[in-house]
């Protein structure tokens, strides 16, 4: 199967000449102007749902990993990354989580982490792509290790946003503790989702002390969009604190966010993360610990200006 040279679906042009094409060459685009490839991929499956394409690649570095629309997603063996810091940097801050909602997420990675709580009784994923869940069931297991069959995990698939809708227009308010975007990029159909209005939505489904995590995107390459979603995000919360996570997969340092009006994870000590991570008996964590929880919250100088 012969690979051409993609950034997010479209031909790569590096000063005028166009990449070579090469058995398994992938390409992500960071920017106009700049990107990254891994070689030596070898696709396992590749299919048309009504929203995107869904390639599956089996890759040297990376494992099994997918991308929509030409873009990475995740893989099996860098994954522990994006979860983690995802999940835990709100999950462990919080005094102990039971219920929550992940809005995109059918790969099954944030679920996962968001069970090692023991405290979690009930988590509700919202993804819109039937085709995301098929595939992960068949090729990321080591993703997912079965979370997307918990009896705690309800699967909703359909829009996050009318999801939300409902659940606002239906007296839900307060009935989470966590609120996870497990989404991708604020492009398209996903741009509301990452709006005031939509923001503040969530924050009416929060339980006292609950928060919001997601990602906001790269500190290098997508600054303009990092700036305007924390704009967005202050609007409807009290607290927003920003954090700093290099993803292999991605390429770049990415920019993650917690939004509360109490809960500040800033605030905590390293010690007391690894004391409430031994509590839980989250032991089989990759990435995340007490030093990398204060850590994330270090800006470099030059980034302070964008992260506010």
């Known amino acids: 199967m012969r690979a051409d040279a993609l950034l997010c679906g479209k031909e790569v042009n590096v000063a005028g000449d166009r ?129 997307l069959d918990d009896v705690r995990v309800k699967l909703h698939i359909g829009d996050a946003r009318l999801h939300v809708d409902a659940l606002c227009a239906g007296g839900a308010a307060g009935l989470f503790d966590l609120i996870v975007f497990d989404l991708t990029d604020p492009v398209g159909a996903a741009r509301a989702l990452f709006s005031h209005a939509f923001f503040a939505a969530c924050r009416s489904l929060l339980a006292a002390g609950g928060a919001l995590s997601l990602q906001v995107g790269s500190a290098a390459f997508q600054g303009e969009q990092v700036r305007t979603t924390l704009d967005e995000l202050r609007q409807a919360f009290r607290v927003v604190q920003p954090y700093l996570l290099y993803v292999p997969l991605y390429g770049s340092l990415c920019v993650f966010a917690v939004a509360s009006d109490t809960l500040d994870p800033s605030v905590i000590a390293a010690e007391e993360v690894d004391a409430r991570i031994a509590a839980r008996g989250l032991d089989r964590l990759q990435h995340y610990n007490g030093a990398v929880h204060c850590a994330q919250f270090a800006f470099p100088n030059h980034l302070r200006g964008l992260l506010g």
Not at 95 to 101: N, Q, S, T, V, W
């Open 19 to 147: 990449l070579p094409e090469e058995e398994g060459l992938l390409v992500e685009r960071l920017a106009d102007d700049a990107a990254y490839f891994i070689r030596g991929g070898r696709l396992l499956e590749r299919r048309q749902t009504p929203f995107q394409q869904i390639e599956v690649w089996d890759t040297p570095r990376f494992g099994r990993l997918f991308r929509l629309d030409g873009c990475f997603m995740t893989s099996e063996r860098d994954e522990f990354h994006y979860h983690e810091s995802l999940a835990h940097v709100a999950g462990v801050a919080h005094a102990g989580p039971r219920r929550a909602l992940v809005l995109g997420g059918g790969d099954g990675g944030s679920a996962e982490e968001l069970l090692k709580h023991p405290s979690i009784e009930r988590i509700d994923i919202v993804e819109l792509d039937a085709g995301v869940v098929d595939i992960a069931r068949h090729h990321f297991h080591a993703v997912h290790r079965g979370a």
